[in-house]
């Protein structure tokens, strides 16, 4: 569940099969605050959340800037390589808003958290 003014985290529906190969693959987060100024996408291993209040925020792993495409809109393209190494490996992502006078949690004032989004690299 998303945290805060934070938009749902999804693979971007032009393309949204995380297949070897796939060049197209994007990650969006949309219907979060039309006053969202930043977003930042979370990538790395699974693992336990962190908690506050409201929120189950992903262990920091790398930060990367999301674009904004329209007011309430931000994406990542994410190409995949078609090595077969990386086939079943999973990740997790979550979206990072700033969002001005809102957040939920007390102790991030401004900020907003999208759900948690799995995702495993298939052939």
Same mark, same amino acid.
């Given at each position: 569940?998303?945290?805060?003014?934070?938009?749902?985290?999804?693979?971007?529906?032009?393309?949204?099969?995380?297949?070897?190969?796939?060049?197209?693959?994007? *990650?969006? &987060?949309?219907?979060?605050?039309?006053?969202? =100024?930043?977003?930042?996408?979370?990538?790395? $291993? #699974? !693992?336990? %959340?962190?908690?506050?209040?409201?929120?189950?925020?992903?262990?920091?792993? *790398?930060? &990367?800037?999301?674009?904004?495409?329209?007011? =309430?809109?931000?994406?990542?393209?994410?190409? $995949? #390589? !078609?090595? %077969?190494?990386?086939?079943?490996?999973?990740?997790?992502?979550?979206?990072?808003?700033?969002?001005?006078?809102?957040?939920?949690?007390?102790?991030?004032?401004?900020?907003?958290?999208?759900?948690?989004?799995?995702?495993?690299?298939?052939?």
């Amino acid at each position: 569940m998303p945290c805060g003014d934070a938009g749902v985290l999804a693979a971007y529906p032009k393309s949204p099969e995380a297949a070897l190969g796939n060049y197209q693959f994007s *990650l969006a &987060v949309n219907g979060g605050s039309p006053l969202a =100024t930043v977003a930042l996408l979370n990538l790395g $291993l #699974p !693992g336990p %959340p962190a908690t506050c209040g409201a929120c189950a925020i992903a262990p920091l792993q *790398l930060l &990367v800037p999301m674009t904004l495409g329209f007011p =309430t809109f931000f994406y990542f393209k994410a190409p $995949l #390589p !078609g090595d %077969p190494v990386l086939a079943g490996l999973t990740f997790e992502a979550q979206a990072i808003e700033k969002t001005p006078g809102a957040g939920g949690c007390g102790g991030i004032p401004n900020w907003s958290f999208s759900n948690r989004l799995h995702v495993t690299i298939d052939y």
